[in-house]
């Protein structure tokens, strides 16, 4: 059995979720090419609330310019069961020779090869979603835990109770448990 227990969660802002997205500089394109959904890991640089990424000439990411994409990053410790996961969804433009120098040389590839492609994802919705270090009054499984005593707030953030129910809802992900009252 697992000794950690479940976190509460919390749903993020538009501006603190860009905040962790730029503080990070590997995540995944969500895009369609070849009428099929592809994931893409890259790394980008966040500029002006825009999401950068370089590829190399004919990447199937290329495929994704004029249509909505998703990116998505987190930062996930599993062993503590705390992190963050944000998904900026937006159009994907070329970047046009005006900036093209700037970019040309941000972010670094991790790849090697000619990547003078650069690609700017304009989020238009930006959604968050963190695991802090505050406990879950029970598991997500649906295992009855123990319930808050008198002297607790059974108010966390981003877990919703319903009182009639006796179902605590986690966040965004619909996760629910029971809970002894």
Do not use: K, Q
Not at 21 to 31: E, H, N
Not at 36 to 45: A, S
Not at 49 to 65: D, E
Not at 90 to 108: C, K, M, Q
């Amino acid at each position: 059995m697992d000794p950690t227990p479940p976190r509460a969660g919390r749903e993020l802002g538009r501006a603190e979720s860009l905040n962790l997205l730029g503080s990070v500089s590997v995540g995944r394109v969500v895009f369609t090419h070849r009428a099929l959904p592809t994931v893409r890991p890259v790394n980008h640089v966040l500029h002006d609330g825009c999401v950068i990424v370089r590829t190399h000439p004919g990447a199937a990411l290329l495929s994704a310019i004029g249509t909505v994409v998703a990116y998505e990053a987190d930062l996930i410790h599993e062993g503590d069961r705390i992190g963050w996961s944000v998904i900026a969804v937006g159009y994907a433009r070329r970047v046009g020779d005006r900036e093209l120098t700037r970019f040309r040389t941000l972010p670094s590839p991790w790849v090697a090869g000619e990547m003078t492609e650069v690609i700017r994802i304009e989020p238009e919705l930006v959604t968050g979603f963190a695991l802090d270090g505050e406990l879950l009054p029970c598991s997500p499984s649906g295992n009855e835990g123990s319930a808050p005593t008198p002297n607790e707030s059974p108010a966390v953030p981003g877990v919703r109770a319903s009182p009639e129910t006796g179902t605590t809802t986690l966040g965004a992900s619909g996760d629910s448990c029971s809970t002894a009252r």
